[in-house]
């Protein structure tokens, strides 16, 4: 007898990735604009890449605390106290490998069969997979393009039951830049704090943030973190992704937890690159306004070239490096994403790929030369005129 | 109202590791020798360390493909296929966060609830607690120290039974040592395949082998791959372990499945040390034959040391860094290596840490001079003559 393996069926919740088909089409084809890139175009600021060298003629390649590098975990609670004015000890930090690892392990921790997530879309990919892999089930909240994917905070807590065990967060966020005003995320934390449910914020993009206004972690919310996991991690900040260095944050206790779970998933991180990590976070921070800056620009020629566009409903996101149009009501994101690549060469990802409620959405990316997303504009505008729905 | 989070129960199946026990109290003392450390002790071959500093000099510090850095990816198989005579593809191969992240996956993708794992005890620590973390039951198969741990393949050809889905392998395995020879390797493999039963196979030892016999792979037991999973890591045999960089091997088909998995884990790997790890697989290998000089002369000598010590019965391992003697039946390690900790200053593992089996025997690391290992027998040896049992 010979057989495949017969897997897991908790693997059956992960889909495959609508990026990938996009990327896959592009490969076959000349001249593509990239407007679909997930992480900074920005090389990594200098005296962080010196750190990271330091440490390697330091010989410093063997394993650290499985928590993390103790200087990273010390260098993680100034950074944090510092921002937040809540005083933050190592103790209250993991290190993982990425944001991702750190939503992994945050999700799947806390999802469990019969119990249920609320996921606001659209989406980052990873989360509602990852709910529905550790057993939950998914109740999505939809948002809009016409509102700017602006969440009603009312209609989150309305949606909290006795099965809901968390909610997750994401501001601002993948796909859509939008930031959510503290007022909204205050609120949807008292109320999850007074009602056991955990929240879990995604705040990878908490330091680009466009306007003259004043992010809000969910740490800055809670009179305590006994229902609070934060994820966040150096790579959008400091344009350093491919390091893979993030972290979870929550009370000691939860930390207990998480740093045991994570002992079993890669049980410890880069070492060098902890080191860059620190050096990061403890660093001249002009590299990153100066980034932020040049996101900006980019973000207001964006905006005005979308709202110019035939077809594409846009807003203002007030962060990251996205921005996510939709299309008419009805069309198929997907299939018009596919189109709009074959006949232009602009590559973008499909709404579809971040819930089903945004399948009639493109997510954009700005993460690219000013001068490449004009130059996508200048094909994309008139093709669009063009199309019929 | 106001709580602690309500975890996955899943994470139940998770212990506190036994290591940190006695690394907690070796923090309290002075003068304490370490005979407890499970990574090697030799700094990175200098042209590895060039290699990644070049990488990080070139600005490759962003994200590259989810599956593995495509040039890593390739150096694997070309090692691979010169190393086995089977031809391997890079896309045989997902790059992984270490080993660690590798047996995560091999492990949670095919354990699932209803299914039973075969495990040979002593093992190691992350193995059982992941069978069961994904639902599985564990068989466990017992070795002992009076025949070096040597796996009866018989044993475990007799345990698998209608609910078996893998049975893990770990040649030279952590903490004995041990190296099964191809025949006992061999026997598993084809009844295996014949139950349509995986094979989880954990080689990151696979380069240590202390004595002129060729070590044998599952991936030369088997005529396909549909049923193998084979976990590596540059992490031991190139003395780079803190760079994070693993790998798994398996059908095509199954690399698929994994990669998509893997997508959802951590997502992409640290990518200048994909480019190290790619220099450490394509350059001079003479930095492992050199190291593996310096273990076989500490695992000669220690050998020798533990047949000399009162209570040890010990046994000669042909791979690794470990050696895992027994103390006289129904002692309780545990106590034991703390009370030998305490009162000599010298750390091993606890037995326990291993698994229920073997809670008489204590774990010992070479992987430290050789000097510092005969100041650690200078104290244990007449400390175990006045020892009871």
């Known amino acids: 007898m010979q057989r495949m393996i017969d897997w897991n069926p908790a693997l059956a919740a992960l889909p495959l990735s609508g990026i990938r088909r996009m990327f896959n089409l592009a490969a076959t084809m000349k001249d593509v604009i990239h407007l679909s890139i997930g992480q900074p175009d920005f090389p990594t600021p200098k005296h962080i890449i010196e750190a990271h060298v330091a440490a390697l003629n330091e010989d410093k390649t063997h394993y650290t605390m499985d928590a993390g590098l103790p200087e990273l975990l010390s260098a993680l609670s100034e950074y944090y106290s510092a921002r937040t004015g809540r005083r933050l000890k190592p103790e209250n930090f993991v290190e993982t490998t990425g944001g991702s690892e750190a939503m992994f392990l945050a999700i799947t921790s806390v999802a469990a069969p019969g119990k249920e997530v609320i996921v606001i879309e659209p989406s980052f990919v990873l989360f509602q997979p990852l709910a529905r892999m550790a057993g939950a089930s998914v109740r999505r909240i939809v948002t809009t ?43 949807i934390c008292v109320e999850a704090q007074r009602r056991g449910v955990t ?33 966040s991690c150096v790579s959008k900040t400091y344009s350093m992704p491919g390091l893979r260095i993030g972290w979870l944050i929550s009370s000691e206790a939860n930390i207990q937890t998480l740093r045991r779970y994570h002992m079993f998933t890669t049980t410890v991180g880069n070492t060098p690159g902890q080191w860059a ?25 964006i905006v005005s070239w979308i709202d110019a566009a035939p077809h594409l409903s846009g807003y203002c996101p007030q962060g990251a490096f996205y921005i996510m149009p939709s299309l008419p009501a009805g069309t198929d994101g997907s ?45 994309i505008t008139p093709w669009l005129e063009q199309q019929s729905f």
């Open 145 to 187: 393009a016409q509102n700017g994917y602006q969440v009603d905070p009312q209609e989150v807590i309305d949606a909290i039951g006795p099965k809901t065990c968390a909610i997750i967060l994401n501001s601002p966020g993948n796909p859509t830049g939008t930031l959510y005003p503290r007022s909204a995320i205050q609120a």
């Open 199 to 231: 929240v879990i914020s995604d705040e990878v993009y908490d330091r680009l943030i466009l306007d003259e206004v004043e992010p809000c972690s969910v740490l800055d919310c809670n009179p305590d973190l006994d229902n609070v996991i934060v994820a």
């Open 277 to 301: 990590a620190a050096a990061a976070l403890q660093g001249s921070q002009q590299c990153v306004a100066e980034m932020v800056a040049e996101y900006r620009r980019r973000r207001d020629h």
């Open 335 to 379: 299939a018009f994403a596919l189109k709009m690549l074959e006949e232009t060469g602009v590559c973008t990802i499909p709404g579809d790929t971040f819930g089903e409620s945004c399948r009639n959405a493109l997510r954009i990316s700005y993460a690219t030369a000013l001068e490449t997303i004009e130059q996508a504009f200048e094909r």
